[in-house]
């Protein structure tokens, strides 16, 4: 079973800058796909970026093309989340989700896992 750890959440002025890390433990990430996702009360979690078990593809919701950015390093078991140009409704819990289907080329939720991490919170303010 894999354990996710979210960090480098917080509050930031709208125009600013944050970097999110997801560190796994209790299975390499290496040969898997990872993603982020994000949360608000009462509405469902909603996709924000992926990254290919290589490495070499990444897909990203419209939202935030352009201003984030994911990344992995498998020598760390880590994957990142470099997220520029912030706006007021990217706040939310962001959460990391291990793919444990080999081979993808993005992370496809699997209801009857639960490869989740506890979620990291940003806040921007305008």
């Known amino acids: 079973q894999v354990e996710l750890v979210e960090s480098g959440g917080g509050l930031v002025q709208a125009g600013g800058s944050l970097r999110l890390s997801c560190v796994a433990s209790g299975r390499r990430i290496s040969g898997y796909a990872l993603g982020w996702f994000r949360q608000n009360p009462g509405k469902e979690r909603e996709f924000v970026a992926g990254?290919?078990?290589?490495?070499?593809?990444?897909t990203y919701a419209d939202s935030v093309k352009g201003r984030f950015t994911i990344s992995r390093d498998n020598a760390r078991n880590t994957i990142y989340l470099q997220m520029n140009s912030l706006k007021p409704e990217d706040t939310a819990v962001y959460y990391c989700y291990f793919d444990a289907h080999k081979y993808r080329l993005t992370p496809l939720v699997d209801s009857d896992d639960d490869n989740w991490g506890r979620g990291t919170q940003v806040t921007v303010s305008s």
């Open positions: 990254i290919s078990w290589h490495g070499d593809s990444t």
